[in-house]
Structures are given as structure tokens and as C-alpha cells.
């Protein structure tokens, strides 16, 4: 066994932000167990990439390349780590929790026997069994969270939420850097990706906003629609919008607010009638002070709100929109 | 055509959730069920398929005699048939159990394509699909927002992060996961209603399948989460609580 692999990816030739977090994750845990902790570079050119690596705390880091891993696939990167694994046999593989590592990491765990515990925002381990940590994830919607543990033998796989640790608790250090060319025939890719494109320009630009008015389903129907649009003007502030709404047609696009939409960092981000789903939360935590308003007090917005109001927005907002005004005159 | 959609039922989106007495799970008793979200949307993308090159659309579903009305409703919205996994300890079975379930119920249908949401509303893995493919030995998407059959196979829309998109080509068969929002869901007509309770719904047993149930990842323990910011909440009548808010958001945060 070979201790903790990060699988590490690139973003604008640098290892992506959330790449980062996941190795300091792996520190983490490298600390709670003892073990060595290494990371794994996947690419048609990797020096780059192993050489940003290099520089951290690390025991190893390995270049997998292949001229077929230039543009990411399933198949390719599956049958890569499938292999790379085979050789080093790791007890715990940890990835960013992003939606590349979704569309490959869960079929090439079940290659292995094993199962990925995905979204990861924490984990410890107990003195009974120091080597088999606790891991925690969100359940319904954020409404819970599960510790979950791995009971099997061979590698235990995690994939780490944006946020949940910190790029800069990242330790810097020196790695030996090794290389591993996996076995890839063309005919293995079964799939092929296209460019990657934007569905039109966008045409507000939510993350230089000051303040967000967001509204989610609560709102229930796009007539009512004009009620939080009438708030936005009161505060001088730009609309957001939770998912379901931007789905439904309601609000185009580029008002949507999460981690299919913009990401934003207002003063102010009022949410009314938005639950809270962690989609929603990654795009609006660095809000400088977060208000929410809805009917259920077990809402997860709460837990990352400054001040909650929990109430029926229709009749919360329309007092609100009077208040502020008087406020502003 | 032949699409077999993977559908779950999961505790209603409102639905008040408390912990179960072992804090192994929630308190199932009491709770309002509904069709997850994403797989409403790979059940839409199954029926428009269908009415584009014809064929037929099953939904496949595990879990206890409790789904039914969640397979019924799917019918009812267009589905030709169902196939029912019976088995009461779906919690118990970690992604890989569940998708071995589904694919030991798919193979034998030699499906043209498999469809199924991104992830559940409850436990919300993003698993099931991705694995079910693997064990199938298929090619898969994920994130997909529309579906295209062509000659060779399927052209479908992905979705990556940032507002950012991406065409992929795939061989059929394939399985694919749906993201929500890609079409408009329809309701089930008093029509469609009717002739759902005479559609076949074929349950087979977790026994019958072949799949044990001995999980490699356990879920141990559900909790509350911890508040990360401290939450002042505001009381009062909406308008005493709209007043405080305005108050609180011009003096103390500063931010009018």
C-alpha cells in the first residue's frame, strides 16, 4: 500500500483551485493517519502541472500521461487510474469534488470493488479505529449530514467539496516527481467531446454586483415575480436567482446564482425563498452579509445567514420593500 | 427505440425531516414521497424521445412496496411499463449495491439507452447512473442536458461548470444522467391516469436478481448540521421583522 493519492486537476495550466484544497486535504489526512501523501497529474503534458506539485509536501508526484488523456474523457481517464492504481495500490484516493471528477471517479472506484464517498466536507477518526476515519457529507439537500466509513478492503475513495478545506493551509515542501505511461488504445475512448461553449453571451454580470436580491421557489410562480423585482429596485440591487427558477424559464440564465451559474460576492445577498441547496451555496458564500427569508426554519440557507427571517415571503417581502424605502428616502 | 429509465421515489422536497430514533437515517413514517427531480427530467427526455423515433419506455425503480404510486405516476405520464426491485433495505446498500440492483434488472431488457437523473434528492451521490454503466459496460454522460439520436448514435448537451457547455458524440448504448431543466416536465392527463393502472409493473426481488447487499461504504450516523455562521433571527410580524432586518442591515452590517 502506497498511502493517500490526490488526483489533482488542472485548470489555465495550474493546478485548479479546488485541486489545491484537495491536496491540503490530503496533508490533513496524512497527518490524522500517518501516512505518506502523494499526487497524481493526468494529461497529454503534465510537466507543468508536476512541476507546481513539486513544490508542495508531498512524497511523490506522478505524471500520468498519455497523448489520448489531452482532452478528459471517462473512458481514458478511468482505464488511466485504473492501471496507475494497480501498481501502487493506495489506501485513500481523494479528489476534487468537482463535475469532471462526478463523471469518471464512480465508475473507476466500482472498477475496483469500491465506492466513492463523494462531497466530502470533513472527516476524523476516532482512537477504536485510527486508520478508518470518519467521513462527512451533506444529506437532504444540506438539510442533514451523514458519517460515513469505509468498511472494505483495498482503497478507500473521497472526493472533497469546494471549500470544505483551505488551499491556503496548503504546505510547501519538495515531491520526487515519477512518471507512469498507462496502456491506451483509441478504440477504448467511446466517446467524443466537442468544444466547450457558452449558451449566449451573458449579459449581467452578477459577480461585480454590491448587492443580490436572490429568489428561489418559494416564490412559486413567475407572476409573483415582480414582488422581489420590486425589492431589488428598493435596495438598488441587481436579481439573482436559485436554479429551479432560471429551469422553469422564469429568469434567463445569467441570473442564476450557484455552481452551474455565477459566482458572486456581494455586501449584501438577500435570498427569499431559496433553500439553500450546497449548488446554491458555493456560488454566493463569499457574501459579505447574508439575509434569508423563508416559511421553513429547518431551510439550509439559515446556516449560512447572518440574519433569518422565518416567514411567509408574501408577506415579509412587501413590509420589507416599505421599510426599505423609508430607509433610503 | 428502446429507453429504460432509472427512477427513485424520495421524501417530498418540503417535507419536514427528523432523525430516526438510531440516528441511522431519517424517520420514514409520516413523510411524503415524490418522484426525485432529475429523474422527472430523464423521464421527459425518455417520452420525447419516443414520440420523435417511437419504441417504448420503461422505468426501472428499487425500493419498498411504498414506491408505488411513484411508479403509477410515471406511467401515468407516458412510460409503457415498469419493472419494481422490491427490497426494504435500500438505506442499507451503499451506490454500488444500488446500481448492481438496477443493472441485473436492465441487462437482460438490452436496452438502446438508459436514462436516469444526475443524483437523488436525498443521499444526492450523483452515483448511480455513472456506475451502472460501468457495470453494464456502456459508455456514458453525465450532466446531460438534451438528448440527440443520430445514425451512428447520440449527440448530447453536457453541462460543465460556470455556465459552460459541451457537445458530445456517443455510441448507443449508452447511459446517460440527466440534469434538471432541460425541458419542460408535463403532467399526467386524467387520460394517462386511467390507463396506468392497467400498465404491466413486474416486480422481481433483490433474491431474484442475484445481488447481495453487503456494503463497502456505511452510512453510520445522521446528524444535524452545524451552524457555520451565527444566525441572528428576526421575530415579530412581518413587519416588525422586515423593520429589524432594515435595521440591522443599515446599522450593523452596514451594507444599505
Redesign the interface.
Known amino acids: 500500500m502506497s498511502g493517500i493519492w490526490v488526483v489533482v486537476e488542472e485548470r489555465d495550466g495550474r493546478v485548479s483551485h479546488i485541486g489545491c484544497e484537495a491536496v491540503a486535504a490530503g496533508q490533513k489526512l496524512a497527518a490524522l493517519t500517518g501516512l505518506p501523501v502523494n499526487a497524481a497529474v493526468l494529461g497529454a503534458q503534465t510537466e507543468a502541472l508536476a512541476g507546481e506539485a513539486a513544490t508542495w509536501a508531498l512524497a511523490k508526484v506522478a505524471r500520468v500521461e498519455h497523448p489520448l488523456l489531452a482532452a478528459y474523457t471517462a473512458d481514458g481517464f478511468t482505464l488511466a487510474l485504473e492501471q496507475f492504481f494497480a501498481v501502487e495500490k493506495p489506501d485513500f484516493v481523494i479528489f476534487p469534488h468537482t463535475y469532471q471528477v462526478r463523471d469518471y471517479a464512480p465508475a473507476l472506484a466500482a472498477r475496483l470493488g469500491q465506492v466513492l464517498i463523494g462531497d466530502v466536507t470533513a472527516f476524523s477518526a476516532d482512537t477504536a479505529q485510527p486508520a478508518r476515519p470518519v467521513f462527512t457529507r451533506q444529506l437532504m439537500q444540506g438539510r442533514l449530514n451523514g458519517a460515513y466509513r469505509h468498511s472494505g478492503n483495498g482503497a478507500c475513495f473521497i472526493s472533497v467539496q469546494a471549500g470544505a478545506f483551505r488551499a491556503d493551509e496548503l504546505q510547501a515542501g519538495t515531491a520526487e516527481v515519477c512518471s507512469f505511461s498507462p496502456t491506451i488504445e483509441p478504440a477504448q475512448i467511446r466517446t467524443k467531446p466537442g468544444e466547450r461553449f457558452r449558451a449566449s453571451a451573458q449579459t449581467i454580470d452578477l459577480g461585480s454586483a454590491q448587492r443580490i436580491v436572490s429568489v428561489g421557489r418559494g416564490i412559486k410562480d413567475a407572476a409573483n415575480l415582480p414582488l422581489v423585482q420590486e425589492l431589488a429596485a428598493a435596495l438598488g440591487a441587481e436579481l439573482g436567482a436559485s436554479r429551479p427558477i432560471c429551469d422553469a424559464g422564469w429568469l434567463p440564465l445569467d441570473r442564476q446564482v450557484g455552481s452551474s451559474g455565477q459566482t458572486v460576492s456581494p455586501k449584501l445577498y438577500l435570498a427569499v425563498g431559496i433553500s439553500g441547496a450546497i449548488q446554491h451555496l458555493v456560488g454566493m458564500k463569499g457574501s459579505q452579509c447574508v439575509a434569508a427569508i423563508n416559511k421553513d426554519p429547518g431551510a439550509p440557507i439559515f446556516e449560512s445567514a447572518d440574519y433569518g427571517i422565518v416567514g411567509d415571503l408574501f408577506e415579509v417581502v412587501p413590509a420589507l420593500i416599505e421599510a426599505v424605502k423609508a430607509a433610503r428616502q | 427505440m428502446k429507453i429504460m429509465v432509472a427512477i427513485k421515489q424520495v421524501?417530498e422536497?418540503?417535507a419536514?425531516?427528523r432523525?430516526d430514533a438510531a440516528a441511522r437515517w431519517?424517520e420514514e413514517s409520516g413523510l411524503q414521497w415524490a418522484l426525485n427531480e432529475s429523474d422527472a427530467y430523464a423521464l421527459e427526455e425518455a417520452l420525447q424521445l419516443k414520440e420523435k423515433h417511437g419504441g417504448e419506455v420503461v422505468v426501472v425503480t428499487a425500493g419498498p412496496e411504498r414506491v408505488g404510486p411513484t411508479v403509477r405516476e410515471a406511467l401515468a405520464k407516458g412510460a409503457d411499463r415498469a419493472i419494481h426491485i422490491d427490497c426494504a433495505d435500500l438505506g442499507s446498500r451503499?451506490?454500488?449495491g444500488v446500481?448492481r440492483l438496477l443493472a441485473a434488472a436492465l441487462k437482460p431488457e438490452n436496452p438502446d439507452l438508459v436514462l436516469t437523473g444526475l443524483q437523488s434528492?436525498?443521499?444526492?451521490?450523483?452515483?448511480t447512473g455513472?456506475?451502472v454503466?460501468?457495470?453494464l459496460g456502456l459508455?456514458?454522460?453525465?450532466?446531460i442536458l438534451h438528448v440527440e439520436k443520430t445514425e451512428t448514435g447520440l449527440t448530447v448537451k453536457k453541462?460543465?461548470?460556470?455556465?459552460?457547455?459541451?457537445?458530445?458524440?456517443?455510441?448507443a448504448p449508452a447511459v446517460l444522467t440527466i440534469?434538471?431543466?432541460g425541458n419542460?416536465l408535463r403532467y399526467a392527463t386524467l387520460m394517462g391516469i386511467k390507463r396506468a393502472k392497467t400498465k404491466e409493473v413486474r416486480t422481481v426481488t433483490a433474491a431474484e436478481l442475484g445481488v447481495d447487499a453487503a456494503?463497502?461504504?456505511?452510512?453510520?450516523?445522521?446528524?444535524?448540521?452545524q451552524?457555520?455562521?451565527s444566525?441572528?433571527?428576526?421575530?415579530g410580524t412581518?413587519?416588525e421583522?422586515?423593520?429589524a432586518?432594515?435595521?440591522?442591515?443599515?446599522f450593523e452590517?452596514r451594507?444599505?
Open positions: 421524501p422536497r418540503d419536514q425531516v432523525i431519517i451503499d451506490a454500488l446500481a434528492d436525498d443521499l444526492g451521490q450523483g452515483q455513472v456506475i454503466a460501468e457495470l459508455p456514458h454522460a453525465s450532466l453541462e460543465l461548470e460556470e455556465g459552460w457547455f459541451q457537445t458530445i458524440e456517443l455510441p440534469q434538471s431543466g419542460k456494503p463497502v461504504v456505511v452510512l453510520e450516523r445522521v446528524a444535524l448540521p451552524k457555520q455562521k444566525t441572528q433571527m428576526l421575530t412581518a413587519k421583522a422586515a423593520a432586518l432594515v435595521e440591522k442591515l443599515k452590517a451594507v444599505l
